[in-house]
T-cell receptor, first 111, second 115 residues
């Protein structure tokens, strides 16, 4: 069993839709949770970072962590064609910076 | 602030040949990472440096891969000899520290194709 599971998609939605991206994990030692966005032929860039259960908002993006269920989500409101990318969840234990990534979900937002 | 620089951006070699990748991290970042990202997968950490010392190389195939970070700044990753399964994007990242909430910043990657 992989430490981090993420549905690879692809996910295709119309512009303006609400997008939900999810990851599950098995290692209860994970304390820090991140979402990275990766455009084609680019390196990943950090979108959201959280280390507690609950919700964190940043503009159109909301990150949600449920440690009891070992489940994290990223919601994108009012999705735009510029949001078309691969979204990677990543997590790490406390006190150490080794990131464990999910496989990434490809998202396409069409006008 | 300049980002993480990598070169070359693309490389095509035949199996059993050798190849080297170069990374220049963000100025002042003590920690440098090399990741391998196979098509359709997330990045996998190969090696992590803190200044010029190795912190974690547990997933580095040491029979063919080597990496160094001279003077705690630039780094090179070498593969010798390359295998078909080494075809991937090699990402370099850097961060200010190595623990806690510190953020890793990624370069654009080097896309390696082994024929």
């Amino acid at each position: 069993q992989k430490e981090v599971e993420q549905d690879p998609g692809p996910l295709s939605v119309p512009e303006g839709a609400i997008v939900s991206l999810n990851c599950t994990y098995s290692n209860s030692a994970f304390q820090y949770f991140m979402w990275y966005r990766q455009y084609s032929r680019k390196g990943p860039e950090l979108l959201m970072y959280t280390y507690s259960s609950g919700n964190k908002e940043d503009g159109r993006f909301t990150a949600q962590v449920d440690k009891s269920s070992k489940y994290i989500s990223l919601f994108i409101r009012d999705s735009q064609p510029s949001d078309s990318a691969t979204y990677l969840c990543a997590m790490k234990p406390g006190g150490y910076n080794k990131l464990i990534f999910g496989a990434g979900t490809r998202l396409a937002v069409h006008p | 602030e300049a980002g993480v620089a990598q070169s070359p951006r693309y490389k095509i070699i035949e199996k059993r040949q050798s190849v080297a990748f170069w990374c220049n991290p963000i100025s002042g970042h003590a920690t440098l990472y090399w990741y391998q990202q196979i098509l359709g997968q997330g990045p996998k950490l190969l090696i992590q440096f803190q200044n010029n010392g190795v912190v974690d190389d547990s997933q580095l195939p040491k029979d063919r891969f080597s990496a160094e970070r001279l003077k705690g700044v630039d780094s090179t990753l070498k593969i010798q000899p390359a295998k078909l399964e080494d075809s991937a994007v090699y990402l370099c990242a850097s961060s200010l520290l190595a623990v806690g909430t510190d953020t890793q910043y990624f370069g654009p990657g080097t896309r390696l194709t082994v024929l």
